[in-house]
């Protein structure tokens, strides 16, 4: 889970724990990508499209999808965003989300 606002972050990574979840975070881009380099277990991703530091969230899905091409993405933000730099099956949430939207969507992506 990258997301650099916390209180939303430390919510939905409960949510997911909660629902069985394995979960990893990180508050920035730079520390995603340092993740995926570790060789940390990664099933898939869920990154808010505007990060503070210099990676957004775009730039983390396109890292991992040139590291681990198989790993699923979920993009959320609260503003528009642009479909044609999402990932081949990259899948965008709307802020405010529901945990119900988010867990539908992970669900789905991990069958």
Same mark, same amino acid.
């Given at each position: 889970?990258?997301?650099?606002?916390?209180?939303?972050?430390?919510?939905?990574?409960?949510?997911?724990?909660?629902?069985?979840?394995?979960?990893?975070?990180?508050?920035?881009?730079?520390?995603?990508?340092?993740?995926?380099? *570790?060789?940390?277990?990664?099933?898939?991703?869920?990154?808010?499209?505007?990060?503070?530091?210099?990676? *957004?969230?775009?730039?983390?899905?396109?890292?991992? /999808?040139?590291? /681990?091409?198989?790993?699923?993405?979920?993009?959320?933000?609260?503003?528009?965003?642009?479909?044609?730099?999402?990932?081949?099956?990259?899948?965008?949430?709307?802020?405010?989300?529901?945990?119900?939207?988010?867990?539908?969507?992970?669900? /789905?992506?991990?069958?």
């Amino acid at each position: 889970m990258i997301e650099d606002e916390f209180f939303l972050r430390l919510n939905i990574v409960s949510c997911l724990q909660d629902a069985g979840y394995i979960v990893v975070e990180a508050a920035t881009g730079e520390e995603a990508i340092a993740l995926c380099n *570790s060789g940390a277990s990664i099933d898939m991703i869920i990154t808010d499209i505007n990060l503070g530091g210099s990676a *957004s969230g775009w730039d983390v899905a396109e890292f991992f /999808r040139t590291v /681990r091409p198989d790993v699923p993405v979920v993009y959320t933000s609260g503003k528009s965003h642009d479909a044609e730099r999402r990932v081949a099956g990259g899948v965008f949430v709307l802020k405010p989300y529901r945990h119900s939207d988010i867990l539908e969507v992970c669900r /789905r992506l991990a069958r």
